[in-house]
């Protein structure tokens, strides 16, 4: 019988190495979480434990602009995204969490989106 490796277990444990990430309210943590259809951004102030910005492809003002782009490009219009919000909310640098992903394709699309559109981490 073949025993399959759990994907999901191991990115938990993966993310449990990384707690010292750990967002302030000068740097909040920029956490992602990525399903097999969906992902999601928000920026957490760890102190205080409130989440201050949530963006994700679920959202229907984020569907009309993701509508008929690949998995990659929404993920970098959900970064851009939560940086418009971020800066609307005088948030200029961040911490960023990729929650035991790696650090590739979706997640790193995420990462390059907020960059561009003015986040610092």
């Given at each position: 019988?073949?025993?399959?490796?759990?994907?999901n277990e191991l990115r938990r444990q993966?993310?449990?190495?990384?707690?010292?990430?750990?967002?302030?309210?000068?740097?909040?943590?920029?956490?992602?979480?990525?399903?097999?259809?969906?992902?999601?951004?928000?920026?957490?102030?760890?102190?205080?434990?409130?989440?201050?910005?949530?963006?994700?492809?679920?959202?229907p003002e984020v569907k009309k602009l993701?509508?008929?782009?690949?998995?990659?490009?929404?993920?970098?219009?959900?970064?851009?995204?939560?940086?418009?919000?971020?800066?609307?909310?005088?948030?200029?640098?961040?911490?960023?969490?990729?929650?035991?992903?790696?650090?590739?394709?979706?997640?790193?699309?995420?990462?390059?989106?907020?960059?561009?559109?003015?986040?610092?981490?």
């Amino acid at each position: 019988m073949i025993i399959r490796e759990d994907k999901n277990e191991l990115r938990r444990q993966r993310a449990l190495r990384g707690k010292g990430v750990h967002g302030t309210s000068e740097r909040p943590r920029l956490c992602v979480y990525r399903s097999l259809s969906h992902i999601y951004a928000q920026i957490i102030d760890d102190d205080k434990g409130v989440t201050l910005v949530a963006v994700n492809t679920t959202q229907p003002e984020v569907k009309k602009l993701i509508e008929g782009k690949t998995k990659k490009e929404a993920a970098f219009i959900i970064g851009g995204e939560i940086a418009k919000q971020a800066k609307k909310k005088k948030i200029e640098k961040v911490v960023f969490d990729r929650n035991g992903y790696l650090y590739t394709g979706r997640v790193s699309q995420v990462a390059d989106g907020a960059r561009g559109a003015g986040l610092v981490f």
